[in-house]
């Protein structure tokens, strides 16, 4: 079975820049999880999917941040403009939804570097 | 919301058992406990989840508290692979999917 897969995986830009990252799901996984986590900390939720709707933004940053996913399968997260505290790696995760079991499978993460 | 208290580090020995400690106080009476590990450039994985009652998969095995205010993550033998950051993780209130991560413990193993 594929993994969860994320492009970029390394992303080196210049502040005020946008950037794009895009992430596939395991097949047939409704939930998708965009995640944000910097350097010695535990990832911290962005944004949660349920099909194609956003069920949970309410820790994106909007004025800079958005997402989509489209037909519900795979996702996207654009910053736009880029600073310098963005510089972290960029988690996507998806699961089944199988109840109470909130088992997550992440993708390797794309690392962003804002200079 | 709950949250976890872990060792921010640990040593163990090649294939030998390994026991990382969680404390977890202001747990409630629904919330599951969580572990995922997060080997080096990669994303994090699932370990094991629980509830009451100790749990055993084919990577670890998960002691629960009585009083659920603590729990254990078992390596029973480790190897080289299994050196990584493993977190101990609860749910935010009513929530069943958005986890509180903290910093982990990273596990060190010495062959």
């Known amino acids: 079975e594929a993994g969860v897969v994320q492009s970029p995986r390394y992303k080196i830009i210049e502040k005020k820049q946008p950037v794009a990252f895009w992430c596939n799901p395991i097949s047939g996984h409704n939930t998708l999880y965009w995640y944000r986590q910097n350097l010695g900390q535990g990832p911290e939720l962005l944004i949660r999917?349920?099909?194609?709707?956003?069920?949970?933004d309410s820790q994106l940053p909007k004025d800079r941040f958005s997402a989509e996913r489209l037909k519900g399968v795979d996702s996207t997260l654009k910053i736009q403009p880029a600073e310098l505290g963005d510089s972290a790696v960029y988690l996507c995760?998806?699961?089944?939804?199988?109840?109470?079991?909130?088992?997550?499978?992440f993708g390797p993460g794309t690392r962003l570097t804002v200079t | 919301d709950a949250k976890t208290t872990q060792p921010n580090s640990m040593e163990s020995n090649e294939e030998e058992p390994v026991h990382l400690p969680c404390n977890h106080s202001t747990i409630s009476g629904t919330d599951y406990i969580h572990w995922y590990r997060q080997l080096p450039s990669q994303g994090p994985e699932y370990v094991i989840h629980g509830l009451t009652s100790n749990v055993n998969n084919r990577m670890a095995s998960l002691a629960i508290a009585e009083d659920r205010k603590s729990s254990t993550l078992i390596l029973h033998r480790a190897t080289l692979r299994d050196a990584a950051v493993y977190y101990c993780?609860?749910?935010?209130?009513?929530?069943?999917?958005?986890?509180?991560w903290g910093a982990g413990t990273k596990l060190i193993i010495k062959p």
């Open positions: 993780i609860l749910p935010v209130a009513d929530s069943n999917y958005q986890l509180i």
């Open positions: 999917y349920e099909n194609e709707e956003a069920v949970d």
């Open positions: 995760a998806s699961s089944p939804w199988t109840g109470h079991s909130y088992e997550q499978y």
